[in-house]
T-cell receptor
Framework: TQTVSQSDAHVTVFEGDSVELRCNYS??????LSWYIQHHGHGLQFLLK??????VVQGVNGFEAEFSKSDSSFHLRKASVHWSDSAVYFC????????????FGTGTTVSVSP | DPKIIQKPKYLVAVTGSEKILICEQY?????MYWYRQSAKKPLEFMFS???????DNQTASSRFQPQSSKKNHLDLQITALKPDDSATYFC?????????????FGPGTRLTVL
């Protein structure tokens, strides 16, 4: 069984600050890891994904994430946030075998203050 | 132009009734999905279809029945509605049904069961 844990329910940052959103997963085999963003009242939008290779992956709008097998983590980072980054961020895992389901974490709400 | 259309945006139903949630995608994708998001639970995977065939079903209740009349349609029929069914239902699609395929989400249908 795959599980995803996002330990921070809510993060508040100032515009221009950096932010890191934590994601830890539990799964015994190979998995795909991804991050999605959900702005209020909208559906989810894909940010980035990782399966193999370089553990640091670049996504849209300046986001990047780093995979760590030893920590079972896939944390999302942005060096300088903008007010439009205020949203809920979801970490997700899926398995290659019959891996059509995205299993989501509980989400982290990011509030960016001016 | 919206690439994934979900209708209606809002839906109010009475307990015991039946409703159909509509989803159409114009991305040319061959895999479609349904997810549910409620206040009590994080985003939950419900169903996946590939080439109009059911691939995964992680919904325990048979009251939820996906229907695919065309390859770019995946509607969700819910019968004998209960207040616990109140949630936002998201349709998604991807090119390919493997775990690494980026999923594109619709805007959701918010269902309230009274």
């Amino acid at each position: 069984t795959q599980t995803v844990s996002q330990s921070d329910a809510h993060v508040t940052v100032f515009e221009g600050d950096s932010v890191e959103l934590r994601c830890n997963y539990s799964y015994g085999g190979s998995i795909y890891l991804s991050w999605y963003i959900q702005h209020h009242g909208h559906g989810l939008q894909f940010l980035l994904k990782y399966y193999s290779g370089n553990p640091v992956v670049q996504g849209v709008n300046g986001f990047e994430a780093e995979f760590s097998k030893s920590d079972s983590s896939f944390h999302l980072r942005k060096a300088s946030v903008h007010w439009s980054d205020s949203a809920v961020y979801f970490c997700a895992v899926s398995a290659p075998q019959g891996g059509r389901a995205l299993i989501f974490g509980t989400g982290t709400t990011v509030s960016v203050s001016p | 132009d919206p690439k994934i259309i979900q209708k209606p945006k809002y839906l109010v139903a009475v307990t015991g009734s039946e409703k159909i949630l509509i989803c159409e995608q114009y991305l040319g994708h061959n895999a479609m999905y349904w997810y549910r998001q409620s206040a009590k639970k994080p985003l939950e995977f419900m169903f996946s279809y590939s080439y109009q065939k059911l691939m995964d079903n992680q919904t325990a209740s048979s009251r939820f029945q996906p229907q695919s009349s065309k390859k770019n349609h995946l509607d969700l029929q819910i019968t004998a509605l209960k207040p616990d069914d109140s949630a936002t239902y998201f349709c998604a699609s991807s090119q390919g049904g493997q775990g690494d395929a980026e999923q594109f989400f619709g805007p959701g249908t918010r269902l309230t069961v009274l």
